[in-house]
């Protein structure tokens, strides 16, 4: 019996051939509508057919949700819930991964090291949601953070199949084409502005971890074509974070992409690679090209980044604007964590703390902020889930630092270690940005959160998921 008849007989290959053809069987009602000159319900009927290929085919549904968290395009439901695409696609990709698990007889599921701190986080925000000013606010916000646990575990699960240097990098690359749509945006509009692009303001989560990833791949190239194809990936996302005008992302990419530099040196000194000791002397190329487009162009395209770089500056003495508006929102949430330090006003009822904290209407710029999230993850923690719930918040983030540097100091090739530092430096935007940015556990920046975890459980799990040098150890 030769090969071919082999695979011609195995099971799966069988089962492939009947989709194909009930695929096809399938095709000739809309054929027949489309010759019956009903292009329109012909059409629906094949975006229907093609929902139903995706949901045979999870690995390209995964894919299709990382690529959705660069999508915002909110819909609103009752009770002012509103459903994006990504939670669309993510329901499809756990039903259809369910659905798996249950045809295949699987009675275990593979833990990680992180799941009991999401589960205890997920805890945190229910105990919160029992003493809370109004329980009726707690509810979408429960289910939001358990959303994210799922979206960790569909993460991990897939990196882990698919393989975790292929995510990461069609994640970097999905920033990329991102950011270069930002920038002829930008410079359509003559740098009058400021652009986030079809991800809106997830698009700062989105540029602030890729950037720092792009340079781990840098450091690491093993060519120079390598590493000048990832330096113009860099310095494409850095123009497309100039473009939005966000000076938050931009201060953790000038803290996060040092402490990069700093772990890489000591493990190029530790591991006796001359190599790398000598990419790094060139990663300033990339940083260097971006200072020298601002200068160049400062009287013309990036006036308004100047503006804004400039105002925060000043803020620094005499608070203004955003600035001023952060810290209202600060000492709302200051006062609202001091009126119940263990289990703060309840998930979710940050939007109604000045009901909690009636002396905050007589803040000048409350009418303009009413309603907002704190803009400072850990502070919203604390005045929404008090001490239990901001203590298991950083409980998660230093076990997934720890998880990710973990990977990163292992010892082996720069193939390997490219996607480890990528990971590492990730995490480390994700715990340096917990201390200032508006939002981690919710929307798209959950997705993304949840993404870096999976990543890094992943990297760590092997032997498919992480580096092809410990595949045998």
Same mark, same amino acid.
């Given at each position: 019996m030769t090969t071919g008849e082999v695979q011609l007989q195995n099971p799966s290959n069988r089962a492939d051939w009947a989709t194909a053809a009930l695929l096809l069987l399938l095709f000739v009602p809309a054929v027949m509508l489309a010759f019956s000159y009903r292009p329109t319900i012909a059409l629906a009927y094949f975006g229907l057919l093609a929902g139903i290929g995706l949901l045979a085919y999870p690995r390209l549904l995964f894919y299709l949700f990382v690529l959705s968290t660069a999508l915002?395009?909110? #819909?609103?439901?009752?009770?002012?819930?509103?459903?994006?695409?990504?939670?669309?696609i993510l329901a499809a990709l756990f039903g259809v991964t369910a659905l798996e698990f249950l045809l295949r007889g699987e009675t275990g599921i593979r833990a990680t090291g992180l799941d009991l701190p999401f589960i205890l986080l997920i805890a945190a925000t229910i105990v919160s949601a029992v003493f809370a000013y109004d329980p009726s606010y707690s509810i979408v916000p429960i289910a939001r953070i358990i959303i994210v646990y799922i979206a960790f575990r569909m993460a991990f699960r897939y990196a882990a199949d698919i393989g975790v240097r292929r995510i #990461?990098?069609?994640?970097?690359?999905?920033?990329?084409?991102?950011?270069?749509?930002?920038?002829?945006?930008?410079?359509? $509009?003559?740098?009058?502005?400021?652009?986030f692009g079809p991800a809106w303001l997830g698009y700062e989560t989105l540029a602030m971890t890729a950037l720092p990833m792009s340079f781990a791949y840098l450091i690491w190239a093993q060519r120079v074509s390598e590493r000048a194809w990832f330096a113009v990936m860099g310095v494409s996302i850095g123009l497309g974070l100039l473009?939005?005008?966000?000076?938050?992302?931009?201060?953790?990419?000038?803290v996060c992409i040092p402490i990069l530099l700093f772990f890489a040196w000591r493990k190029a000194r530790r591991e006796k690679s001359a190599t790398v000791l000598r990419i790094m002397r060139g990663i300033l190329i990339p940083l260097v090209v971006l200072v020298a487009?601002?200068?160049? %162009? $400062?009287e013309t395209v990036f006036t308004g980044v100047i503006e804004r770089l400039a105002s925060l500056v000043d803020s620094l003495k005499n608070p203004q604007e955003t600035v001023l508006l952060r810290l209202v929102l600060g000492k709302a949430a200051v006062r609202a964590f001091l009126s119940d330090p263990l289990t703060g006003i309840g998930i979710g009822n940050f939007r109604i703390v000045d009901q909690v904290v009636p002396e905050m209407r007589m803040e000048p710029v409350w009418f303009y902020i009413r309603g907002m999230s704190a803009h400072n993850v850990i502070l919203h923690y604390l005045a929404e889930t008090g001490l239990i719930g901001a203590v298991s918040l950083l409980a998660l983030a230093f076990t997934g630092l720890r998880a990710a540097y973990r990977g990163f100091r292992r010892r082996m090739?720069?193939?390997?270690?490219? #996607?480890?530092a990528a990971i590492f430096v990730g995490m480390?935007?994700?715990?340096?940005t917990l201390l200032y940015m508006r939002a981690w556990t919710w929307g798209q920046g959950?997705?993304?959160?949840?993404?870096? %975890?999976?990543l890094t459980a992943a990297w760590n799990a092997g032997p498919k998921g992480g580096p092809e040098s410990d595949q045998d150890r």
């Open positions: 915002l395009l909110p #819909t609103s439901l009752k009770n002012n819930i509103d459903v994006s695409p990504f939670d669309i #990461t990098l069609f994640y970097i690359y999905l920033v990329v084409a991102h950011s270069i749509l930002n920038v002829i945006i930008f410079l359509a $509009q003559g740098g009058r502005e400021r652009v473009a939005s005008g966000s000076r938050g992302p931009m201060l953790a990419v000038v487009l601002v200068v160049a %162009f $400062q090739s720069d193939y390997d270690q490219q #996607t480890a480390i935007v994700f715990g340096v959950g997705y993304i959160m949840a993404i870096l %975890f999976g």
